[in-house]
């Protein structure tokens, strides 16, 4: 107890003596408004009077440099190796929709009952030609699926996540006109082909 109140009374002299000699008597204060002072760091809590690490803020500011191109890069890609592709994909897919309603159950021309009139005769030739136009477009438009297949390769990885396959759809359309002159099994299985690789119907 004794040494305490020596200490105490020690202390109390110092600063007396600092006071006569114009020194500040306690630990110094700073305004608000100097960085160094605590009320100002919690007003500015991301606030520092050094930078622990340099290195580190000049990385940052590369990668948020950086970042911006590297998305806009990607979007490019996306946009011009897929999102166009697909996009031409289902203009194509609209189109073998629209033909399979108008031409795919076209009637098969039967040659004997017609040709024993002038009638008849028209009248076949205007079915055959309805059947060779048929044929015509469906061949087209599958020959357009299989080189779509051949070429868009990145367009058609992403597209087989969704079940649709081109080429399948093309070599179903060619495999369909083919076996429009006949009422077959194989002309309807080619039309389930047609519409499972393109993920459309089309009746019956």
């Known amino acids: 107890m004794a040494r ?21 008597s306690g630990p110094k204060r700073f305004n608000s408004g100097d ?32 970042w911006p191109l590297i998305l806009g890069v990607i979007g490019y890609i996306l946009a011009s190796f897929v999102g166009g592709p697909v996009r031409r994909l ?17 009637t098969v021309p039967k040659r004997e009952p017609l040709l024993g009139t002038d009638d008849g005769i028209v009248e076949f030739q ?26 868009e390769r990145l367009a058609c990885f992403v597209l087989r996540m969704f079940r649709i ?13 083919n076996e429009l002159p006949t009422y077959s099994v194989a002309r309807a299985a080619f039309r389930r082909q047609i519409e499972e ?3 459309i119907r089309t009746g019956s």
């Open 90 to 106: 289902f203009d194509l897919s609209t189109e073998v929709r629209r033909q399979m309603h108008y031409r795919g159950n076209v």
């Open 35 to 66: 960085p160094r002072s605590r009320s100002f760091r919690r007003i500015s809590p991301n606030f520092q009077l050094t930078s622990p690490n340099p290195g580190a803020h000049a990385m940052a500011a590369i990668w948020n440099t950086i």
């Open 126 to 151: 205007q079915k055959q030609e309805r059947l060779e136009q048929a044929q015509k477009v469906f061949r087209d438009l599958g020959a357009q699926l299989i080189a779509f297949g051949e070429t």
């Open 4 to 24: 305490a109140c020596a200490q105490a009374a020690a202390e109390g002299a110092a600063l007396k003596g600092a006071a006569r000699c114009g020194l500040p």
């Open 165 to 177: 396959d081109p080429e399948q759809a093309g070599r179903g359309l060619i495999g369909l006109s």
């Open 197 to 199: 690789a393109l993920r």
